[in-house]
């Protein structure tokens, strides 16, 4: 079957990148085709927003969305330009976020002693609810008396099926092993029914050992023995930052890729690096594509392509142990394109 694939570059470096797995996916033949969306922050000064108004419906009949990054403050603020990733995930109900962090070969990392694959984790990140939802508002503006409420909110269905997909994923791994995390000392109605839930649900799984664990002391942890961690399950806010940490001590986010799912397939998942737009390097070649190739191998195992998706990933390491092409991130002179092309020669 031929996939429909909605490529969606964004802002700063977000062409550059998406540039690259683009050549992937031409280079393992995918049966698809490819439709590029060019919205990005510079809409806004023009229509008010930084994608159509009808740009969900655009997208719906697609089956993946590959995206680039968003985001340049020049041309618009930070929170109008991150609403289309936002609305993405809810309106397409991409509830799962999968961020793998793992210490490929060739990558350095900031922590002594470790040697590649010894940090092996993947965190499933409940993505449409919790703390980023847009409940709330600000009251009495510019006065002594204003106010802001942010509020964060937890359904039973949106914490089981995330945590049910976060022990469903350790059922395929080795360790075998979930860390939830939460702060339920502190909040004591939504993160008491996460740990409930999560009882629930683990009494589902008696083969998968499980940890309950603060979120402050995951995040010490995830620097002081990364390699205890196996699948990681956290609300929006904490899976975030946590995956941030976990980013940077398996060489940085220039590899880290991620998936925005909807396990049903009802509506498209979008794939994406988990690095910003960098609109200082914007259009220099600077930029480090490898993250974007991960989530386009990432992208291509979700569509049931396992086999070329497993080829993307062998190149890539094989790209990463030859040690020779690298853009400056990791200590190299190389342009975005010339990493992109050593990886396709190796597929």
Request: glycine share 8%; aromatic share 8%; charged share 25%.
């Amino acid at each position: 079957m031929a996939y429909k694939i909605a490529l969606y570059p964004g802002d700063g470096i977000g062409p550059e990148v998406v540039a690259e797995a683009e050549k992937v996916i031409k280079k393992v033949k995918l049966d698809c085709t490819t439709t590029k969306f060019d919205w990005n922050s510079s809409l806004y000064a023009k229509i008010g927003h930084c994608a159509p108004e009808d740009f969900i419906e655009q997208l719906r009949g697609f089956d993946a969305i590959l995206l680039g990054a968003l985001g340049n403050k020049d041309k618009a603020p930070e929170h109008v330009a991150v609403e289309p990733l936002l609305m993405m995930r809810k309106n397409f109900d991409q509830y799962v976020n999968i961020r793998p962090s793992v210490l490929l070969p060739g990558v350095g990392t900031p922590l002594k002693d470790k040697k590649e694959f010894d940090i092996d984790l993947v965190c499933i990140r409940e993505n449409t609810e919790g703390e980023y939802t847009t409940l709330g508002g600000r009251h009495y503006v510019g006065t002594q008396q204003e106010c802001a409420m942010q509020i964060n909110y937890f359904t039973r269905i949106g914490v089981e099926r995330i945590i049910r997909y976060a022990f469903e994923t350790a059922k395929k791994r080795v360790k075998k092993h979930v860390t939830s995390i939460t702060k339920s000392n502190v909040l004591k109605y939504s993160m008491v029914m996460w740990d409930e839930i999560l009882e629930e649900v683990a009494a589902d799984y008696p083969d998968i050992k499980y940890t309950k664990m603060y979120v402050d002391a995951a995040a010490m942890n995830l620097v002081r023995c990364p390699e205890t961690f196996d699948v990681i399950v956290a609300s929006n806010l904490f899976g975030d930052i946590l995956t941030d940490i976990s980013a940077i001590v398996t060489g940085g986010i220039g590899f880290a890729g991620s998936a925005n799912l909807n396990p049903t397939r009802e509506m498209p998942s979008m794939f994406e690096p988990v690095h910003g737009s960098a609109p200082d390097i914007a259009g220099q070649q600077k930029a480090n594509p490898i993250a974007a190739i991960m989530s386009c191998a990432m992208m291509i195992e979700f569509l049931g392509e396992k086999e070329i998706a497993k080829k993307i990933e062998a190149a890539v390491i094989e790209h990463l142990k030859d040690d020779k092409v690298k853009t400056p991130d990791r200590g190299g002179n190389n342009k975005t394109s010339e990493v992109g092309d050593d990886i396709v020669a190796r597929l």
